[in-house]
């Protein structure tokens, strides 16, 4: 029997990144004059992987979102992967907003890559593990195919190819 070639379809994001991503967008906000006396931070949760952002109002609150967002396309951190909480009153009149990274690929996601995969009728078998999906073919065209078919898709969050072998 020939041997199965595979690769997995994962969802990760490098803290690491984000970290910087957030650190630049605080020293952006330290330095801008329309947060000046403003009690805004931006404070990351690693364990969690959730971002806290605090503000006096709603409308700084969305610039500091923004200034992150294009910070964390300049480090490549993918803005699917970021997933907004609702806006809520905080203490001393402030807003604060929590915002959920997204590590992993949900089971309700993994099914639907599941089962793009089986309808487009690929000589793939596509098995859900964990958080991931791995993908295996006696044909690594067909993986090639897998993987531009899977691209060309939107699920709502950002795919990742690993451990093609």
Same mark, same amino acid.
């Given at each position: 029997m020939a041997e199965l070639n595979s690769f997995d379809v994962v969802s990760q994001v490098d803290m690491q990144e984000v970290k !910087? +991503?957030?650190?630049? #967008?605080?020293?952006?906000?330290? =330095?801008?004059? @329309?947060?000046?006396?403003?009690? #805004?931070? /931006? #404070? $990351?949760?690693?364990?969690?992987? =959730? /971002? !806290?952002? &605090?503000?006096? @109002?709603?409308?700084? &609150?969305?610039?500091? &979102?923004?200034? /992150?967002? +294009?910070?964390?396309?300049?480090? !490549?951190?993918? /803005?699917? +992967? $970021? #997933?907004?909480g609702k806006l809520e009153e905080a203490l001393g009149g402030t807003v604060r907003q929590v915002i959920s990274i997204q590590s992993g690929i949900p089971d309700e996601k993994a099914k639907a890559i599941a089962k793009e995969i089986r309808d487009a009728k690929f000589k793939a078998q596509a098995q859900i593990q964990a958080d991931q999906v791995r993908v295996q073919s006696k044909s690594r065209d067909e993986l090639q195919a897998v993987i531009a078919f899977l691209k060309q898709k939107d699920f709502g969050i950002d795919l990742q190819f690993v451990n093609y072998r």
């Open positions: !910087n +991503a957030v650190d630049q #967008t605080m020293k952006e906000i330290r =330095q801008r004059f @329309d947060f000046k006396d403003s009690k #805004t931070e /931006l #404070t $990351l949760k690693e364990k969690e992987k =959730q /971002l !806290n952002v &605090l503000s006096d @109002d709603e409308y700084k &609150l969305k610039a500091v &979102l923004e200034i /992150l967002k +294009a910070k964390c396309v300049k480090r !490549n951190v993918s /803005l699917k +992967a $970021l #997933t907004y």
